[in-house]
């Protein structure tokens, strides 16, 4: 590449630049406010010799300004350094720009992608990354639909050879990657020493760090990190923040472990002992803005408005800065990012204490939870659904929220007279448990203390005992379903739970069948005279009758309820024969004969035991259609 011609008279650029005068001309020939031509053409990107003879120069004006007294000839090569110093920053920042290219960010953070060596250019590094989708997780009311990522593994990287140096660099969670070739490194911090020590540092710094911020905010652009005051953080709807928080924890592994941590890297290769911590300050210029908006948006989900279906995320950001904060004080460790460290550690107390408030605002939920009337069937009622897949998801996070939860639920004594709280002696289940544990035990008692209300909303007592079994039944399933959350339930409060749901069964058994058993029994069937002894007609036709009546009115009615679950929809219905078919059939059996003597037999032996049978079968179906007794004689 042609140089541009010489500025006035001074030598004519031999070899050597021992010279003021040969300095100086080098210095006006690359004048860029005095030559077009100077201003079209990069210094470094040209003849390697025609870059070092002008670093020459330079130090050699410096060396000049440092030797001579105050006079004309040091005002002259003090115009003729502010002339170099111009133009080396200019040289500094296409040198950064020129080689300054975009992060795949995509392949960094895409799973199927491996690689086993970097080149100068940067291409790629290997990652650990999975998404882990954990079940049951949605957006709000009963389904609450969470994704968990996993995070990037530390793991090492071949290092490039011929390079002289690695383009990736691997420190436990932190992995550096090239932003910048080396050659292209030499070349900037040969230029940064003679700005340094020419007295522009503050000048430097400035272009130093616009040219690599405007790089950062490339990739935070490419990870979707957009920049969101706290207002309109806290103003998203649930489903769009809840995909921006799963955007933010892959995003901000990859800004702290990979981002800030090479760009801290590359500060250092160029700015290291040249000064005062001018590394660190050129760093800190570089990503202080986009640390604080990074961080910024964890801050706002964590003083949010507080609500259950936020928990699962707020956890997932509270794990995820938990893990990257050593990281971060690695990264951030000079004194003059001493904020970006507290920063950091106040927003994951925010988090912790926010998955409190959570918790708490979730048992007064469940307590004050009230429905407009029952639920159809005697069902599963969707509070307990939805509390149970709630608590299940959280023994998911057992090892987080036992560290955050530390102090016992506020609950009803035993001789509390808040008759709006059950009561619940914890002093016989402290022991050997932690504080969650007591807390999700809590939280079934209120939900069993709410659902006794819900039972009230039924006319039919039998119903409402129905209610409870299978409600009290779920619960127990799915305690049992989860080995986290049956160890902290613990055997001895299950097995209350179970006693509990038996009972109802039972209890809905007495106040359904014991009325219609009443009508097999014997009492009142026989008659004594003093002609003659035996059963009375009228009374027995009037018992099948009243038997009829009330086994056609179980079955209408009850074939509509509900009982979801198979095994105990088939025990119940197990329990209930082995009462009801002995009864009936010993009954037929002894007096069929005094009924079928008479007139009209079938109006009143309407049913067969294999008759009664198949219409137990029926019960508990939910089903509308099927109200009508099945019979196999007439």
């Known amino acids: 590449m042609e140089s541009p011609p010489h500025r006035g008279g001074g030598g004519g650029g031999g070899d050597g630049c021992g010279g003021i005068e040969l300095a100086e001309s080098i210095i006006f020939r690359w004048d860029s406010a005095a030559s077009e031509e100077a201003r079209e053409i990069m210094i470094f990107d040209g003849d390697r010799q025609e870059a070092d003879r ?107 050879s011929g390079s002289g140096m690695s383009s990736c660099r691997s420190t436990g969670g932190i992995r550096e990657i090239t932003l910048i070739p080396p050659d292209a490194i030499v070349d900037l911090r040969s230029i940064a020493e003679r700005i340094v020590a020419a007295g522009y540092l503050r000048e430097c710094v400035q272009v130093y760090g616009s040219v690599r911020k405007s790089s950062l905010d490339a990739s935070f652009r490419n990870l979707g990190i957009e920049k969101l005051s706290i207002g309109d953080v806290q103003r998203l709807e649930w489903d769009s923040l809840e995909n921006k928080i ?87 460790q000079s004194k003059i990012a001493e904020s970006i460290r507290i920063q950091a550690a106040e927003i994951l107390s925010r988090l912790a204490e926010a998955a409190r408030g959570i918790l708490s605002e979730f048992e007064n939920a469940v307590l004050r939870e009230t429905s407009r009337g029952p639920v159809p069937g005697g069902t599963i009622h969707p509070l307990t659904r939805y509390v149970m897949n709630y608590i299940n998801l959280i023994s998911d996070y057992k090892q987080t929220m036992i560290e955050l939860i ?171 024969s082995e009462k009801l078919i002995p009864a009936y059939r010993f009954f037929l059996g002894r007096f069929r004969s005094h009924i079928e003597s008479g007139r009209h037999p079938e109006a009143y032996i309407k049913y067969s035991v294999e008759d009664l049978e198949t219409s137990v079968l029926d019960l508990f179906e939910g089903n509308h259609d099927s109200q009508h007794m099945r019979r196999t004689t007439q």
């Not at 992608?113 to 949605?138: K, L």
């Not at 509990?500 to 009508?519: D, G, I, P």
Request: charged share 25%; net charge negative; with cysteine.
């Open 54 to 160: 002008y670093l020459h120069a330079v130090d050699e004006i410096q060396r000049s300004i440092q030797s001579t007294s105050i006079s004309d000839g040091q005002n002259e090569a003090n115009n003729t350094i502010q002339i170099a110093m111009a133009r080396l920053e200019e040289e500094f920042r296409n040198i950064i720009i020129t080689h300054t290219s975009p992060i795949e960010t995509d392949s960094l953070l895409d799973p199927s992608t491996s690689y086993t060596s970097c080149s100068s250019s940067y291409h790629g590094h290997d990652t650990a990354d999975e998404d882990t989708a954990v079940a049951g997780r949605g957006g709000g009311g009963c389904a609450v639909d969470e994704e968990r990522l996993l995070q990037s593994g530390g793991g090492s990287l071949d290092r490039s």
């Open 246 to 332: 799963r955007r933010w924890i892959r995003a901000a592994k990859f800004c702290v472990r990979t981002l800030f941590a090479s760009e801290k890297k590359l500060s250092e290769q160029i700015f290291d002992g040249l000064g005062a911590a001018v590394d660190d300050a050129c760093f800190l210029e570089t990503v202080k803005a986009p640390a604080i908006q990074l961080f910024s948006f964890a801050e706002a989900v964590s003083i949010g408005r507080r609500s259950p279906e936020k928990l699962f995320k707020i956890l997932d950001l509270h794990d995820t800065l938990f893990e990257l904060l050593p990281d971060i004080d690695i990264v951030f």
């Open 406 to 576: 530390v102090s016992k639920p506020s609950t009803g004594g035993k001789f509390s007279s808040d008759q709006s709280m059950p009561e619940v002696d914890f002093s016989e289940l402290e022991e050997g448990r932690s504080a969650l544990a007591l807390h999700l035990i809590w939280i079934i008692v209120i939900l069993d203390f709410n659902l006794e209300g819900q039972s009230r909303h039924y006319k039919d007592t039998s119903l409402a005992h129905l209610f409870m079994m299978n409600n009290v039944h779920y619960i127990v399933q799915k305690v049992k379903g989860s080995p986290e959350l049956g160890e902290m339930i613990s055997d001895d409060y299950l097995r209350k739970l179970t006693g509990k749901f038996r009972q109802a069964a039972t209890s809905y058994q007495r106040a359904t069948w014991v009325k219609v058993l009443h009508c097999l029994r014997d009492e009142g069937l026989h008659v004594s005279g003093s002609f003659s002894s035996g059963v009375s007609k009228s009374v027995l036709r009037e018992r099948f009758k009243a038997f009829n009546a009330m086994f056609e009115d179980v079955h209408r009615t009850q074939a509509t309820w509900l009982v979801p679950d198979t095994q105990l929809r088939e025990e119940l219905r197990i329990s209930i």
